[in-house]
């Protein structure tokens, strides 16, 4: 499949410091990765580079395996061939020790959450903290409690189980989670799905906030179009195992790849072409005066 890579800028995007590029620029390299199971090819010899300090929006059909990339990435599904590099390193060639530095510098918040049921929302946030660096009970509670104010939860909501939690307050638990130490470099599977529209701006916004704050890198698989439109710096969409398409959201409304015409043109896409000026209404404009909080 033809590989469509683009570079210009787009009108949404236009005002944005352009991703760092040369390699040290690049936060994460894949080259010809494959990934089976059994007879299925998952992966089937992808590329792919996320820059640092950008937010990677990673689409792709529902099964075509965004969620299998990420956690292929993250060491926790074995690949077949291919190298991934994280950072400059390639992440088989490391020592423990090495890989253990690496893995420090990058943190993710998996598709459902995955928040430990058993657990409050602050002993979650606390897990990492206390697996990798040695720190006081009351330290440990300060650093949970900024996390968790970070996200825009209440400090109530710190000391509430996971099922007393409504689906939003979950993902912000997962995020603070994730962020707990101060990643460089985030993985979001679906961040947004299940939200409700305003719910789902409000978080796109904080994370867009985090990014510009924080420096983050942000690679977030999602299908939801308002985030792509939203804060992402670039798409990349994963077909046949690869990825056929790649750069600032203007360049996909001009790719001729079948799946990505579909998506990025189709009918639920089309308030967003630009000109659509009475079909177009960007959610995050319509969310802007709504205050809440959780
Ligand atoms: N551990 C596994 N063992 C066997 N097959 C798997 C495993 N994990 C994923 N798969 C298969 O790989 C394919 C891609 O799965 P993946 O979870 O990446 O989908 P996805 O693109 O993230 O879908 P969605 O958008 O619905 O979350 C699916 O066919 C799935 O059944
Ligand atoms: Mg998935």
Avoid at 92 to 100: C, F, I
Avoid at 108 to 133: C, D, I
Avoid at 188 to 211: K, V
Avoid at 267 to 291: L, M
């Amino acid at each position: 499949m033809e590989h469509h890579e683009f570079h210009f800028p787009t009108w949404r995007h236009a005002a944005r410091p352009k991703p760092p590029g040369g390699e040290n620029g690049v936060a994460i390299r894949v080259r010809d990765l494959k990934v089976s199971f059994g007879t299925q090819h998952v992966m089937n010899g992808l590329d792919l580079d996320v820059y640092k300090g950008e937010v990677l929006g990673f689409v792709g059909a529902s099964g075509m395996g965004e969620s299998v990339l990420t956690r292929t990435i993250l060491g926790l599904i074995p690949k077949h061939s291919g190298t991934i590099e994280v950072f400059g390193s390639d992440i088989d060639r490391l020592s423990p020790e090495a890989r253990a530095r690496i893995e420090r510098r990058f943190d993710v918040m998996f598709q459902q959450g995955a928040l430990f049921s058993s657990l409050t929302v602050k002993q979650n946030v606390q897990l990492p903290l206390r697996e990798h660096l040695k720190i006081s009970d009351r330290l440990a509670d300060e650093l949970a409690l900024l996390k968790i104010a970070l996200v825009g939860l209440s400090p109530d909501a710190a000391e509430k189980y996971p099922s007393e939690l409504s689906g939003g307050m979950i993902k912000r638990a997962a995020l603070a989670r994730a962020l707990a130490l101060d990643p460089e470099l985030v993985f979001l599977d679906e961040p947004t799905s299940g939200l409700d529209p305003i719910g789902a701006a409000e978080f796109d916004e904080l994370i867009g906030t985090l990014q510009k704050t924080l420096g983050l890198t942000v690679f977030m698989v999602t299908h939801d179009l308002d985030s792509l439109y939203s804060i992402c710096d670039r798409v990349a969409v994963l077909a046949d195992g690869k990825v056929v398409a790649i750069g600032p959201i203007a360049a996909m409304l001009q790719c001729e790849h079948p799946w990505v015409k579909s998506y990025f043109q189709g009918e639920r896409a089309r308030r967003f072409i630009p000109g659509n000026a009475k079909e177009r209404a960007p959610r995050a404009e319509i969310a802007t005066p709504v205050t809440r909080t959780i």
